[in-house]
């Protein structure tokens, strides 16, 4: 009989164990956020999340302003079209170009928070809808 209760115990403090270490670890998922932009106007705009103005400065001056945009994890929007940038929660930088060779049409912040998705729209002047 000792030995079934021995047994017994050694089973359950094992499985106390197991789930603690279960619980301790890992940090917990992290769910990254979305700003989804979607181009409300009729012809291609381009948008981007993040850019710094050094960046903005050297697609400028590139020999090709659209590669070097998307080069820079900028995407081309045509009309209807929705792009999705991961990011993490806080605050971001939202910029749009017909042709960055030209500079901006509009540069706003953006706040997302933890695991949100925000949508924001670009109307046909190529300004953000916030």
Do not use: Y
């Amino acid at each position: 009989m000792t030995g079934n209760r021995r047994l017994f115990v050694l089973s359950a403090l094992c499985i106390a164990l197991t789930a603690t270490s279960a619980f301790a670890g890992g940090g917990g998922s992290k769910r990254n956020s979305t700003i989804r932009i979607k181009n409300d106007g009729s012809t291609p705009v381009g948008v981007a999340v993040g850019l710094t103005n050094a960046q903005l400065s050297t697609i400028a001056a590139a020999s090709d302003p659209i590669a070097a945009w998307t080069a820079a994890g900028g995407k081309v929007l045509n009309a209807g079209a929705t792009a999705d940038f991961k990011v993490r929660e806080g605050t971001h930088r939202v910029v749009t170009a017909f042709d960055p060779a030209d500079g901006l049409v509009d540069d706003e912040q953006v706040l997302v928070g933890r695991g949100q998705i925000r949508l924001v729209p670009v109307n046909a002047a190529g300004m953000l809808v916030l």
